[in-house]
């Protein structure tokens, strides 16, 4: 009875003792702060606090999450404000082909450094990616410092960059295709394939 007894225990005690020592190694590595933004699993939010057993994360949703420690050391994380506040947001357009890509990267760069929250330095730039079906394809690339920011800042970008071209009288084309319909003749009944035989 004891030796069930113990190995009862041993299972129920087995997730909580992998949860401390796990919160050990956390504690010791620091991979995160409080308040530091980071990703795991897929979700990402900022660290509110971690004690022996788990970690709370606030995701962007204010929800807050709960990670065991144990999950924590296992899983692949990302730490977006260390080793520095800074972070790099990418962010791909498509503009007409007639529009001169000198012409087009000024308007945006100008627009980029308007937009509150876009850091001066570094600068923001823009790339041509790729030449696409309809389209060519720039990315731009500016920094930021708080990442808190990040989702509403890009909002702004995307938002001013409809206008900025617009008055530049550059259009942002949508995807053409070529639409063929044939039509298909009705198959003959056999009465009137006897009746073409006949003639």
């Known amino acids: ?55 709370r994360i606030l995701t962007r949703d204010d ?46 760069i100008d627009l980029m450094n308007r937009v509150d929250g876009i850091l001066k330095e570094p600068a923001p730039d823009v790339f041509v990616a790729d030449y696409g079906d309809s389209a060519i394809v720039y990315e731009l690339r500016f920094w930021i410092d708080d990442f808190g920011r990040r989702s509403r800042i890009e909002s702004e970008v995307i938002r001013g960059v409809w206008y900025h071209l617009k008055r530049e009288g550059i259009s942002i084309p949508f995807p053409v295709r070529d639409v063929r319909i044939r039509r298909e003749r009705p198959a003959r009944t056999s009465e009137e394939t006897l009746a073409l035989l006949r003639s």
């Open 1 to 55: 009875t004891s030796a069930i007894l113990s190995v009862v225990i041993g299972q129920a005690l087995q997730e909580s003792l992998s949860n401390v020592f796990a919160g050990l190694m956390l504690t010791l590595d620091r991979p995160y702060k409080p308040r530091e933004w980071i990703e795991i699993d897929g979700r990402e939010g900022k660290v509110l606090d971690s004690n022996w057993r788990s970690t």
């Open 63 to 108: 929800d807050v999450l709960y990670v065991p420690n144990s999950t924590m050391a296992k899983s692949t994380l990302l730490n977006f404000t260390a080793p520095t506040p800074l972070h790099l947001c990418r962010r791909r357009l498509g503009v007409e082909y007639a529009a001169p890509p000198n012409k087009v990267r000024n308007v945006l």
